[in-house]
């Protein structure tokens, strides 16, 4: 069986019987609802909800056009659920910052980055699985195309969070964007994501291999 037809075989379920589906939607709004209590900035915690209002929407949206797999589902629902923790902290210190502080040496609170990192890592599968169906690409043109549009959008996410602070929040913007006094914090964080994405893609074909697939 093709790639695409792997595709259409794990995504043929419908919504109402995929229950793996169902658990992993409840335990994204329980965490959703306990991360809107009490957040580090209220106004900020908004802003940082934008992209995962906007993720769903499109997923929803979606879902009867092209039906993921429920390994690409749990992986967007990890990014989402950590992107949630650091939207009520504000992606300021929290207990992840706390162990990263004393791994690296480092006074710098470093959630952000591995959130950046977790873009690529975690939605480069899903990236090309989406890819797989949509396009006629070939299995190696797949793993660059997925690299380099990680990379476009972690790049179209820092233009979004510059045009928002300097619209809509210009007086959180240092808050927002979380650069932390770093001139080079988006080229890191854009760099964070292609590596991660790398990674994702390195794994994928290995795997692939071992199940006898090109």
């Known amino acids: 069986m093709n790639e695409k037809g792997n595709i259409a075989r794990k995504s043929a379920r419908t919504f109402g019987s995929n229950r793996p589906l169902h658990a992993m939607i409840v335990i994204y709004v329980g965490l959703w609802i306990w991360m809107a209590i009490a957040p580090y900035s209220r106004f900020d915690w908004v802003l940082e909800n934008l992209?995962?209002?906007?993720?769903?929407?499109?997923?929803?949206?979606?879902?009867?056009?092209n039906k993921l797999s429920n390994l690409s589902y749990s992986l967007i629902g990890l990014f989402l659920a950590l992107h949630t923790v650091g939207a009520h902290y504000s992606y300021n210190e929290n207990i992840v910052d706390?162990?990263?502080?004393?791994?690296?040496?480092?006074?710098?609170?470093?959630y952000d980055r591995l959130v950046h990192f977790s873009f690529g890592l975690l939605l480069a599968y899903p990236l090309r699985e989406a890819l797989s169906a949509w396009t006629q690409l070939s299995r190696r043109w797949l793993y660059v195309?997925?690299?380099?549009?990680?990379?476009?959008?972690?790049?179209?996410?820092?233009l979004i969070e510059m045009w928002v602070a300097l619209l809509v929040a210009p007086e959180i913007g240092t808050l927002f964007l979380g650069t932390q006094g770093d001139p080079w914090d988006t080229h890191h964080d854009m760099e964070l994501a292609l590596y991660g994405a790398v990674i994702a893609m390195v794994v994928t074909a290995v795997m692939r291999r071992g199940n006898g697939e090109r």
């Open 51 to 65: 992209l995962i209002w906007a993720a769903l929407i499109a997923l929803v949206s979606t879902y009867k056009l």
């Open 98 to 110: 706390v162990w990263l502080k004393l791994i690296l040496h480092s006074e710098r609170d470093n």
């Open 145 to 158: 195309m997925t690299c380099v549009t990680i990379l476009a959008l972690g790049a179209f996410y820092e």
